[in-house]
């Protein structure tokens, strides 16, 4: 991290407080962050929030697709299944996050199972979820290319974002939490992660917990369960993409900035 005295930031403080000065436009991802360059004077006519946008369609849910990779993996077709797209660690929780997977185990019970798609070393990750209790027919864990993530995606139940917090993350918008939401998954996500938060409390599509407020992670788990119950929660939660993490977004942020103007 630099120093408040390192040229580094002090260059880049400098060009920031340019382009908030000079620039046509602002596309921030979180509509909290618009609204603190609005509060350091940035008018809000020049500042479109522009979430990272996700594909809706290319993750839209897929039945077969859900029996097959299942019938893979050796899950029945009644277990309850969570799923992890990304890292551990870094931004993300990392012995937190393993807590939390047993959490969710322990609620749902023996036939709950997880897959895990991440980078990290899969010999390390399956260590640590048997130090958490998980037998190695529970869980699944590979590095995965991008273009079989909707896959493992249809066959899992709801999705978990275990993103650490801190005062920046209110203005990131996590791309796992839209492809996710496109997929038609509940997330279960940290409190104070971007606008995602808030969404999950107004909206649906979710639940938060807070490790500060331990008592948390047991209601939110609960509330995925019965989000679960809903035969229409997947369509309920797709709504929430498209709303939120479509490419229209983007689409209509560059027309307005970038589209000839008339005369």
Not at 41 to 67: L, M, N, Q
Not at 118 to 140: H, I, M, Q, W, Y
Not at 203 to 215: I, K, M, R, T, Y
Request: proline fraction near 7%.
């Amino acid at each position: 991290m630099w120093k408040s005295y390192d040229p580094r930031y002090l260059f880049q403080r400098y060009w920031e407080k340019k382009q908030k000065q000079l620039a046509l436009g602002l596309l921030p991802v979180a509509e909290n962050y618009r609204q603190q360059l609005i509060r350091e004077g940035v008018s809000g006519e020049r500042i479109v929030t522009v979430p990272c946008s996700v594909d809706v369609a290319a993750f839209k849910f897929d039945e077969a697709r859900r029996k097959q990779v299942r019938e893979q993996l050796g899950f029945a077709s009644t277990a309850p299944v969570g799923i992890y797209v990304g890292k551990f660690g870094d931004i993300y929780y990392d012995t937190e996050a393993f807590d939390l997977f047993k959490a969710a185990a322990d609620h749902f019970g023996p036939a709950f199972r997880l897959i895990i798609l991440t980078p990290n070393p899969p010999a390390e990750v399956r260590s640590k979820l048997a130090r958490v209790g998980f037998s190695k027919d529970e869980v699944f864990v590979v590095k995965a290319p991008h273009a079989d993530v909707p896959g493992y995606l249809s066959a899992a139940d709801f999705a978990f974002a275990p993103i650490k917090p801190a005062p920046c993350r209110l203005f990131c918008s996590p791309i796992k939490v839209g492809e996710y939401w496109a997929a038609g998954l509940p997330v279960l996500l940290t409190e104070g992660v971007g606008d995602d938060s808030a969404i999950i409390r107004q909206e649906g599509g979710g639940a938060v917990f807070n490790l500060d407020q331990p008592s948390s992670v047991p209601a939110a788990i609960k509330q995925i369960a019965v989000l679960l119950q809903s035969p229409n929660y997947r369509q309920h939660t797709v709504k929430l993409a498209e709303r939120h993490r479509s490419l229209d977004r983007a689409t209509l942020a560059y027309a307005k900035f970038f589209a000839p103007q008339a005369v």
